[in-house]
């Protein structure tokens, strides 16, 4: 893995494209150079909703990537026999609406799809993010429409809108589709007893947990229960002698020298809510790195992007039913109380349980998704928040990628090493699910 | 040096009329809304979500405080006082400070002629306005050399560094408005106007710039020095927090190396006062869902600028409506520590209102008004003392308006004329007023610290142009004393020069001058 300061800001691709568009008359693009556009310019704003949208937490963010992505599958695919509808293999997906018979076009296509199902997520945007959307809707479907045939265009848009109200009335029963005070329950008993979760922080709403109840929302893939559950943590102690005492120490002591290298990959892998495109949007912004890299067809990023949401989602939803299953305490709260009262991990700790890291099981889950479709030793570098500050690290594989992030959360000292590795492990097992999924005729 | 006392308030009656409870729970006062007479709103859309600010200052050399409230898109006002003594606060508008596009504005006597004048933010090209007596004033931009640049200005803040004869402003700026789609990340510069001769050199950028909604020079640690604080709102930045600058020739940032800890919040204003007279100014930021306290907390062998955050401690998240009925968060924009009840512990008002059609925060925010107890606490007290409010609130201020001795509250609304509410306490305690004035530059002793002592307690107050949101005051300086018959004072100058303790009585407007 290396590190480089500074790299052409792929996530500007997309805006350069719209301005382009709109200071000159329109070219004939190709359907296809037309919809990868479309995509690219929508999931741009997609990273920047998710982190500037006040209910958009990590787990809140997989769910929208996962349908996103399947809202975007699902209107190519019904135009293309080479691509197999999710229905029938995802949880309680009814078949797609069918196209009329009628030609269409693929971007306009896309276009009204990802255009009605963004104002639906993010319908609960600030003005600045509902400013946005309605300008990128607008210079899209500009860019869709261009030179196509108005009955072409009209038909498409319909489509498109159709697929994604579809996909829309599917999300409604899930359970994560209303999220109120930004996920944090009005009401929560703590479970009594040392070694379970108390609030770390002084903010007001995180005097409860986030969304305990997460877990129980209708999966994608995974069973409604199922075999990616974890075994217990390691037993509370507070005896120096003891197997708990000893991971709390590793992560004291880590924090007490840690490197540079060491800061510089916590705080890449932070992925703070309201701060960065959350932890789910950390891996769709690598691959749409490596979409505008490789210049790959917009089917296959369809492909991907719908692989990878409900990846992550599953993931997200696997991993909170660990994590209110074990309840665990954060390092932060045991080493103040056992260690080092003054002590301050390097990150924020996350107002929730800590066992497993829910990064390291999204984070397993992505990669693992990932390699299965394009492969274990697939190189890449990730720019993700080069604007923020904090360079861009290169990655011979997915899996090299999983594991500093999984690592970074001991870095910075908001998990022990356990949640960590096993988060892993739940994140593989949450992959194997989704790759049983046909995306292929 | 010398000091004086001047005794201006002869109308003001304290009606003791019943002995109050100087119990643990403040006393509790009441507050009567008015017809002002104020009808300027804060208008406009995306580029007006911030800003609405509110100056409060005596234009018209009568000592009552005149206002100067910002219209956004629509024209701005001021407002002179034409309240009676001891009245219903009432305010005729006066014509010539009528510019649109202004987001705010503050007072201070910038030229040192003895007459206030006006730092007015705007969308566009800020002015700065010379004050020329009687409510009349004048664009000076030309004659100062001062660049009122073409940004979204958000924040504002003044100091006399060492050795200067004008001031150092410091104009915080927003987003780049011309970005649509991609208004993240596009943070704008803040600019620091030095001085040069009689005016300003060109503005030097502060980079990196946050899009600050707030500002303010503070001797934060008692060295005498005062550097720059700046709140960010980090729903617009990349790589971005909140900010101390070093005041050196070279402005430079305090780094984590020296002990800086990062911050990242919706920052949205600034309210600093030492609660609790240790000699270091405890800073209230006001954000969405979260309002912090920051108390410093430095470590034993070196003061540091850490802080611990004690909002939730003290009883002042102000997190969500506390009329009940609404979970979702709050959005909280000015902040003002002042003794509303008399009792001689600074009070909190925190104006609030949601920035324009967020479901997911509370579209009915009240603002709040927390009395603090004897212990650090604080209590709400908005809606029973008679000051609730559902309106889109912005900026604000706190002062006496009719010179009663009892403050008063103002709040500026978007798309609604300003609230105001007079203090119509009956029972509270005495206070001491004391105005600074120095022969010469920084007539109004920008950075000195008032100390008053009495049997409250001892009381310290840094004297700043800065902070609030856009909302800024030069008034006469109030203290409550509580039961006290008598007071204190005691004044430590921006050069570290203290004058001896002066008495005072209760009721008494204190001149300090040299």
């Not at chain 1, 390092?331 to 996350?350: A, G, H, M, Q, S």
């Not at chain 2, 502060?206 to 980090?234: E, I």
Request: net charge negative; charged share 20%.
């Amino acid at each position: 893995m290396q590190t480089h300061q500074s790299r052409r800001r792929f996530l500007q691709a997309g805006a350069a494209f719209v301005l382009a568009t709109t200071a000159a008359p329109l070219p004939a693009f190709a359907a296809e150079r037309r919809a990868e556009a479309v995509l690219a310019g929508w999931y741009r704003l997609l990273l920047e909703l998710i982190r500037h949208t006040a209910t958009y937490s990590p787990p809140v963010a997989s769910r929208s990537f996962a349908y996103l992505g399947i809202t975007v599958f699902e209107a190519l695919a019904t135009g293309n026999p080479a691509l197999r509808s999710l229905s029938g293999q995802v949880r309680d997906l009814p078949p797609l609406p069918a196209r009329d018979p009628a030609p269409h076009d693929e971007a306009c296509v896309l276009q009204a799809a990802l255009a009605h199902a963004m104002a639906a997520h993010f319908g609960n945007t600030g003005p600045t993010g509902q400013r946005a959307m309605a300008a990128m809707a607008t210079q899209m479907a500009d860019l869709a429409a261009a030179d196509q045939p108005a009955d072409v265009v009209a038909r498409s848009r319909a489509h498109g809108v159709a697929v994604s109200d579809h996909i829309l009335r599917w999300s409604a029963g899930d359970g994560g589709a209303l999220i109120e005070n930004m996920g944090f329950p009005e009401t929560y008993t703590l479970t009594a007893g040392p070694a379970h979760w108390v609030p770390t922080s002084t903010i007001a709403v995180q005097q409860k947990p986030l969304l305990p109840h997460w877990g129980q929302n209708r999966p994608f893939a995974i069973p409604t229960e199922g075999p990616c559950g974890l075994p217990p943590p390691i037993d509370y102690s507070e005896d120096p002698a003891s197997e708990f005492y000893a991971q709390a120490r590793e992560v004291y002591d880590i924090s007490q020298s840690l490197s540079a290298e060491q800061q510089v990959i916590a705080r890449f892998w932070s992925d703070d809510p309201m701060l960065s495109p959350t932890p789910p949007g950390h891996w769709v912004a690598i691959l749409l790195q490596i979409f505008a890299r490789d210049a790959t067809p917009v089917d296959r990023q369809a492909e991907l992007l719908a692989m990878l949401g409900m990846g992550i989602a599953d993931g997200f939803i696997q991993c909170w039913r660990s994590k209110y299953e074990h309840d665990l305490v954060r390092p932060v709260t045991y080493i103040r109380r056992v260690i080092d009262p003054n002590w301050e991990p390097l990150l924020i700790t996350p107002p929730f349980p800590e066992y497993p890291s829910g990064h390291s099981t999204q984070t397993g889950a992505a990669a693992a998704v990932l390699e299965g479709l394009m492969g274990p030793n697939f190189a890449f570098d990730d720019a993700t928040h080069e604007e923020d500050g904090l360079g861009v690290r290169s990655f011979s594989s997915f899996w090299q990628a999983a594991e500093e992030a999984a690592l970074s959360r001991l870095y910075g000292g908001i998990h022990f090493r356990a949640a960590n590795e096993n988060g892993l492990t739940q994140g593989r097992c949450v992959a194997q699910h989704v790759l049983g999924l046909q995306t292929r005729a | 040096m010398f000091w004086g006392c001047k005794p201006v308030l002869k109308g003001a009656v304290l009606a003791l009329a019943a002995a109050p409870a100087w119990a643990d729970e403040p006393v509790m006062p009441r507050f009567a809304p008015q017809s002002s007479g104020i009808t300027t709103a804060y208008m406009g859309e995306w580029q007006y979500m911030v800003g609405g600010g509110a100056a409060v200052f005596d234009c018209d050399g009568d000592t009552l405080p005149d206002v100067f409230i910002a219209g956004g898109e629509g024209p701005a006002g001021l407002y002179r006082n034409i309240s009676s003594p001891g009245g219903d606060l009432r305010f005729a508008p006066v014509a010539g400070l009528d510019d649109t596009g202004v987001t705010g504005a503050y007072p201070l006597d910038i030229d040192g002629d003895g007459i206030t004048d006006l730092a007015v933010l705007r969308v566009g090209e800020n002015h700065l306005m010379r004050g020329l007596g009687g409510c009349r004033f004048e664009m000076a931009n030309a004659d100062w050399g001062f660049d009122g640049g073409d940004g979204w200005s958000t924040a504002f803040a003044a100091t006399w560094e060492a050795g200067q004869h004008w001031p150092t402003l410091a104009v915080g700026n927003y987003i780049n408005r011309k970005e649509e789609a991609f208004p993240w990340g596009s943070c704008t510069d803040n600019w620091l106007h030095r001085p040069l001769a009689k005016g300003f050199a060109p503005p030097v950028p502060l980079t990196p710039s946050y899009c600050a909604l707030s500002m303010l020079f503070s001797d934060w640690s008692g060295a005498g020095t005062r550097d720059l604080r700046v709140s960010n709102d980090r729903e617009y930045y990349k790589g971005g927090q909140e900010q101390l600058w070093h005041m050196e020739p070279t402005p430079r940032l305090w780094s984590e190396n020296e002990g800086w800890k990062r911050l990242r919040i919706w920052g949205m204003g600034i309210a600093s006062r030492d609660l609790d007279g240790d000699g270091f100014n405890e800073l209230y930021l006001t954000s969405m869902a979260d309002n912090k306290l920051q108390v410093l907390t430095p470590p034993d062998d070196r003061l540091l600028p850490q802080y611990t955050d004690q909002a939730l401690k003290r009883g002042i998240t102000a997190h969500r409506p506390f009329t009940g009925g609404d979970l979702r968060p709050s959005t909280a924009w000015h902040a003002q520590f002042e003794d509303v009840n008399n009792d001689g512990l600074a009070d909190l008002f925190v104006v609030k209102g949601n920035v324009h059609a967020m479901p997911d925060f509370a579209a009915m925010d009240p603002n709040n008004l927390f009395l603090q107890r004897p212990d650090g606490s604080f209590v709400e007290a908005a809606e029973i003392s008679g000051a609730l409010s559902f309106k889109t609130g912005r900026g604000g201020a706190v002062a006496d308006f009719n010179a009663d001795g009892k403050l008063d509250l103002l709040v500026v609304n978007r798309w609604e004329p300003p609230e105001v509410w007079r203090n119509v306490s009956g029972g509270l305690g005495g206070f001491v007023t004391v105005s600074l004035r120095q022969t010469g530059a920084n007539r109004d002793g920008i950075g000195a610290w008032i100390e008053l002592r009495s049997d409250a307690g001892l009381q310290r107050r840094e004297i700043t142009v800065g902070g609030g949101h856009m909302s800024g005051q030069l008034v006469p300086w109030h203290f409550g004393i509580g039961p006290a018959k008598t007071a204190q004072v005691r004044v430590i100058w921006p050069d570290g020069q203290a004058t001896n303790w002066i008495k005072a009585v209760s009721g008494e407007a204190v001149l300090v001058q040299r």
